[in-house]
Nanobody
Framework: QVQLVESGGGLVQAGGSLRLSCAASGRFFSNYGMGWFRQAPGKEREFVAAISRGGSSTDYADSVMGRFTISRDNAKNTVYLQMNSLKPEDTAVYYC?????????????????WGQGTQVTVSS
């Protein structure tokens, strides 16, 4: 079972940027699609972005399109989420997750392993 550890969260003013990282333990990281989700207080966990196992294909939620960029470095077993032009409504705990296949989708139940999350707070 892979272990995922997120880092890079924090407090930032609106319009600022953060870069989240998710380090994966174990082997075969490059065999799986990866995703980022977020959960705000009182709300359900929602899809943010996903990337295929080789990194050639990505997908984003409409709310972050053009502001967030997902990428991965398979040599380092790490997936990233670059977040620019942050808004107060981006405030949430951000989770990375490993898809059950080499592809990806936006379905939470199809992601088999989850990190513990990292808090992102955007002040207005």
């Amino acid at each position: 079972q892979v272990q995922l550890v997120e880092s890079g969260g924090g407090l930032v003013q609106a319009g600022g940027s953060l870069r989240l990282s998710c380090a994966a333990s174990g082997r075969f990281f490059s065999n799986y699609g990866m995703g980022w989700f977020r959960q705000a207080p009182g709300k359900e966990r929602e899809f943010v972005a996903a990337i295929s196992r080789g990194g050639s294909s990505t997908d984003y939620a409409d709310s972050v399109m053009g502001r967030f960029t997902i990428s991965r470095d398979n040599a380092k077993n790490t997936v990233y989420l670059q977040m620019n032009s942050l808004k107060p409504e981006d405030t949430a705990v951000y989770y990375c997750a490993q898809h059950r296949t080499g592809r990806y989708n936006t379905v939470l139940a199809d992601f088999q392993s989850w990190g513990q999350g990292t808090q992102v707070t955007v002040s207005s």
